[in-house]
């Protein structure tokens, strides 16, 4: 991991621990409310790139009712390389969950899976671009999609990516 005041601007602006966070958070807390027993930490790695990009994240469906393995038939090209994508991300990833854990914004269940913690963000006045707002909101619909979508394993096995 590059130290934070070596990293390029680009770096600290879309992938700062705080706002990885918060899509982190959103995502843990949709999945949530979909499947009670929490999150497999496997899955917090897949979804981050999904948002990111702007290509991905305008393809992604209106609906959870559209089914993950019909929505990657209708776009092949992005299961290229696609665990690099997600291989890149998994430094930023990893120190925005360990900041959430040490700050309890998350928890590890019994069960080994990630729920939301007990300790709420206090959130500042600041102003959001639409992209930014657009990005959050696509976290809770990953949520929400890959809770409807099967097992871990089910969902890699269909982005291609060995677990």
Do not use: C
Not at 38 to 62: A, H, N, Y
Not at 101 to 112: A, V
Not at 132 to 159: H, P, V
């Amino acid at each position: 991991m590059i130290e934070w005041n070596k990293r390029p601007l680009e770096v600290k602006s879309l992938l700062n621990p705080a706002f990885i966070g918060k899509l982190l958070r959103e995502f843990i807390n949709e999945y949530s409310k979909e499947r009670k027993e929490g999150v497999p930490f496997e899955l917090i790695f897949l979804f981050i790139p999904l948002v990111l990009q702007k290509t991905f994240r305008d393809s992604l469906p209106k609906s959870t009712r559209t089914q993950l393995h019909i929505w990657l038939q209708e776009y092949p090209e992005f299961l290229i390389e696609y665990d690099k994508k997600v291989q890149k991300l998994i430094p930023y990833v990893k120190e925005a969950t360990i900041i959430l854990l040490n700050e309890r914004k998350i928890d590890i269940n019994k069960d080994g899976k990630l729920i939301i913690g007990g300790e709420n963000f206090k959130r500042k006045k600041t102003e959001s671009t639409s992209e930014i707002e657009e990005i959050i909101k696509k976290a809770k619909f990953m949520g929400k999609w890959l809770a409807r979508s099967g097992s871990s394993a089910t969902i890699y096995t269909l982005w291609g990516i060995k677990l």
